[in-house]
């Protein structure tokens, strides 16, 4: 199916769903799944992806001293049976990225109050090194941070704004903040990027999506990107210059039941069929935020 199509029939719907085990925000497949590992994009995205780090719940952690271990289910226990990715561990409920050595900027609806800043560990670049990888579930000490305090926090108009920026308990080394465009004009057409844990998979890549059209308000836009839940809070970017220019916030329902076989299936968006398109809250909408400082 051509995504583009797709796209161009389901332009100008707006609206959200929050149906998602992972965070409030849901969304869903459009056309073909076009979602990645990480380790098979290209380099400059598989660095932008050492920047983002996965929110854990303290629960789902066990700290071993030099090294912590996630817990979490297979993706199968979650989906029907012949999912993709049906083998690997869901943890994360949501993604944020490195703007600051020890600022991380997520979405609102993720960070809720201090209670969510102390419950929550962020772990960095949760992802398969390779096809082959056993052990991605097993983090260093130098990749798990704890929330210190919200500096900023800004929910408005159901995600039209929706972001909460981040103290971390140390300045993270050996990572590089992501270059925000928060100068840059969002215009309808431009190719966009997105990485995330998706689902709370380990980190996927995603590549095959347009800025579709800017919210009336002017402080969100719409794509067909392919994203779920688990990836609120992760950096859209202009794929062209390689700046973040979203936070990704809502979308359509991920999943619906599958009553014949008793389990929930992902929602793949038709031609045709009225699916709420994946919103992104502008970046533009942090330019004038204090906790940030000078940028």
Known sequence: MNKIIAAAVLL?????????????????????????????????????GRSLAGKVSLDHMTDHGSYWELH?????????????????????SCTGFLVRPDLLVTAAHCVKSQDDCDSFNWVFEYAL???????????????????????????????????????LDRPVEGRKPLRLGLNAQAVPG???????????????????????????SGQAFDSEMDTFGGDSGSPVFNAGTGEVIG??????????????????????CKPGE????????????LKNEPALGAY
């Not at 849901?26 to 590992?37: C, H, L, M, T, V």
């Not at 190719?191 to 998979?201: A, E, K, Y």
């Not at 936070?247 to 793949?268: E, F, M, P, W």
């Open 190 to 216: 431009i190719d966009l990027v997105n990485i995330g844990n998706s689902n709370g998979l380990p980190l996927k890549f995603k590549d095959s999506a347009k800025l579709l059209n800017i919210k009336p």
């Open 12 to 48: 100008g719907l707006t609206g959200a769903a929050r149906a998602s085990d992972f965070g409030d925000a849901s969304r869903a497949i459009f056309g073909k799944d076009d979602r990645q590992e990480l380790f098979s994009a290209a380099e400059r995205w598989r660095e932008a």
């Open 247 to 268: 936070i990704t916030s809502s979308g359509h329902a991920d999943h619906y039941h599958d009553g014949t076989n008793s389990c929930r299936q992902l929602k793949v």
């Open 72 to 92: 979490g289910e297979p993706l199968s226990a979650k989906e029907c049976p012949g999912n993709r990715f049906a083998d690997e561990i869901t943890v994360p």
């Open 274 to 285: 009225k699916c709420n398109l994946s919103v992104a809250s502008g970046i533009w909408n």
């Open 129 to 167: 090194a390779d096809s082959g990888d056993k052990n991605y579930t097993k983090a260093g000490a130098e990749r798990v941070y704890k929330c210190k305090k919200i500096a900023a926090r800004n929910y408005q108009n159901f995600g039209d704004i929706d972001y909460a920026i981040l103290q």
